[in-house]
Protein backbone atom coordinates (compact mmCIF):
# COMPACT_ATOMS: atom_id res chain seq x y z
CA UNK A 1 0.00 0.00 0.00
CA UNK A 2 1.65 3.47 -0.80
CA UNK A 3 2.45 5.76 1.76
CA UNK A 4 -0.07 8.48 0.02
CA UNK A 5 -3.19 6.00 -0.02
CA UNK A 6 -2.35 5.36 3.73
CA UNK A 7 -2.01 8.79 4.49
CA UNK A 8 -5.83 9.42 2.96
CA UNK A 9 -6.95 6.51 5.07
CA UNK A 10 -5.63 7.89 7.85
CA UNK A 11 -6.83 11.37 7.65
CA UNK A 12 -10.37 9.66 6.79
CA UNK A 13 -10.89 7.89 10.00
CA UNK A 14 -8.86 10.40 11.83
CA UNK A 15 -11.96 12.81 11.24
CA UNK A 16 -13.80 9.97 12.91
CA UNK A 17 -11.88 9.55 16.16
CA UNK A 18 -8.78 9.61 17.79
CA UNK A 19 -8.95 6.04 18.17
CA UNK A 20 -8.89 5.46 14.71
CA UNK A 21 -5.93 7.66 14.53
CA UNK A 22 -3.67 5.45 16.38
CA UNK A 23 -4.85 2.39 14.67
CA UNK A 24 -3.17 3.98 11.42
CA UNK A 25 -0.02 4.71 12.83
CA UNK A 26 0.48 0.84 13.98
CA UNK A 27 -0.77 0.04 9.94
CA UNK A 28 2.30 2.20 8.94
CA UNK A 29 4.88 1.11 11.39
CA UNK A 30 3.12 -2.70 10.72
CA UNK A 31 4.54 -1.94 6.80
CA UNK A 32 7.90 -0.40 7.84
CA UNK A 33 8.82 -3.57 9.67
CA UNK A 34 6.88 -5.84 6.83
CA UNK A 35 9.26 -3.97 4.13
CA UNK A 36 12.34 -4.59 6.74
CA UNK A 37 12.07 -8.75 6.96
CA UNK A 38 11.59 -8.65 3.27
CA UNK A 39 14.26 -7.03 2.48
CA UNK A 40 16.30 -9.34 5.06
CA UNK A 41 14.97 -12.35 3.06
CA UNK A 42 15.95 -11.16 -0.20
CA UNK A 43 19.13 -10.53 1.52
CA UNK A 44 19.96 -13.64 2.76
CA UNK A 45 18.10 -15.09 -0.48
CA UNK A 46 20.73 -13.58 -2.27
CA UNK A 47 23.69 -14.64 0.24
CA UNK A 48 22.62 -18.40 -0.18
CA UNK A 49 22.84 -17.99 -3.79
CA UNK A 50 26.05 -16.65 -3.91
CA UNK A 51 27.61 -18.64 -1.40
CA UNK A 52 27.47 -22.13 -3.19
CA UNK A 53 28.41 -22.59 -6.24
CA UNK A 54 27.62 -26.45 -6.72
CA UNK A 55 26.89 -28.81 -4.13
CA UNK A 56 30.52 -30.29 -4.03
CA UNK A 57 31.71 -26.52 -3.37
CA UNK A 58 28.80 -26.25 -0.30
CA UNK A 59 30.07 -29.96 1.06
CA UNK A 60 33.93 -28.95 0.52
CA UNK A 61 33.37 -25.86 2.60
CA UNK A 62 30.85 -27.73 4.86
CA UNK A 63 34.02 -30.44 5.92
CA UNK A 64 36.39 -28.12 6.44
CA UNK A 65 34.58 -26.17 8.92
CA UNK A 66 33.63 -29.58 10.45
CA UNK A 67 37.19 -30.95 10.89
CA UNK A 68 38.12 -27.60 12.32
CA UNK A 69 35.48 -27.45 14.57
CA UNK A 70 36.35 -31.52 15.78
CA UNK A 71 39.67 -30.03 15.97
CA UNK A 72 38.76 -27.56 18.44
CA UNK A 73 36.61 -29.59 20.37
CA UNK A 74 39.24 -32.39 21.19
CA UNK A 75 41.44 -28.99 22.13
CA UNK A 76 39.07 -28.11 25.06
CA UNK A 77 38.44 -32.23 26.06
CA UNK A 78 42.60 -32.13 26.49
CA UNK A 79 42.30 -28.78 28.53
CA UNK A 80 39.69 -30.01 30.66
CA UNK A 81 41.42 -33.15 31.08
CA UNK A 82 44.69 -31.34 31.84
CA UNK A 83 42.87 -28.77 34.19
CA UNK A 84 41.24 -31.96 36.31
CA UNK A 85 44.76 -34.34 36.40
CA UNK A 86 46.30 -30.82 37.89
CA UNK A 87 43.05 -29.87 40.26
CA UNK A 88 43.67 -34.13 41.76
CA UNK A 89 47.43 -33.34 41.84
CA UNK A 90 46.40 -30.16 43.97
CA UNK A 91 44.00 -31.93 46.31
CA UNK A 92 46.15 -34.65 46.78
CA UNK A 93 49.18 -32.75 48.05
CA UNK A 94 46.52 -30.87 49.88
CA UNK A 95 44.81 -34.07 51.89
CA UNK A 96 48.57 -34.75 52.30
CA UNK A 97 49.26 -31.34 53.98
CA UNK A 98 46.15 -31.88 56.01
CA UNK A 99 47.29 -35.15 57.73
CA UNK A 100 50.82 -33.88 58.29
CA UNK A 101 49.28 -31.23 60.16
CA UNK A 102 46.73 -33.55 61.91
CA UNK A 103 49.71 -36.13 62.90
Keep these: ?3 ALLLLICIFVA ?3 VVNMHICVDLQKLEVEMRQQIEVQEE ?3 EILETYTTLQQ ?3 IKTKKLKKLFAKLQAVKQEIHD ?3 EFNRDRRE ?3 TQNDLMK
Design 44 to 46: SAV
Design 15 to 17: STS
Design 1 to 3: MSQ
Design 58 to 60: EVE
Design 94 to 96: LEL
Design 83 to 85: VTD
